[in-house]
């Protein structure tokens, strides 16, 4: 089975920057695709950013040119670096991650993320 651990998640003000890491562990022979995914109270989960295996990367229009996702496929890792935090990132961040042929999904427990003025 495949493990996703989070960590970087905390409590940062207004402006400033957190960096989120993933890793993935368990039986997988590749990795497909790997994202971040947040859940604020009240609200859905939705997709932040998402990199798939041949580089293409896909970000929610609010967090455009604030966070960047990038992956280290040697350590079956992903990171997520937030900058210009603003209150409405507050959220649950989890990281998600689809392997092998058949695409399977996989979630992390998530990481808080809590933005102050």
């Not at 079956?76 to 399977?104: G, R």
């Amino acid at each position: 089975q495949v493990q996703l651990v989070e960590s970087g998640g905390g409590l940062v003000q207004a402006g400033g920057s957190l960096r989120l890491s993933c890793a993935a562990s368990g039986r997988f022979f590749s990795i497909k695709a790997m994202g971040w995914y947040r859940q604020a109270p009240g609200k859905q989960r939705e997709l932040v950013a998402r990199i798939i295996s041949g580089g293409s990367t896909n970000y929610a229009d609010s967090v455009k040119g604030r966070f960047t996702i990038s992956r280290d496929n040697v350590k079956n890792m992903v990171y997520l670096q937030m900058n210009s935090l603003e209150l409405e990132d507050t959220a649950v961040y989890y990281c998600n991650l689809n392997a092998d042929s058949n695409w399977v999904t996989y979630w992390g427990q998530g990481t808080q993320v809590t933005v102050s003025s």
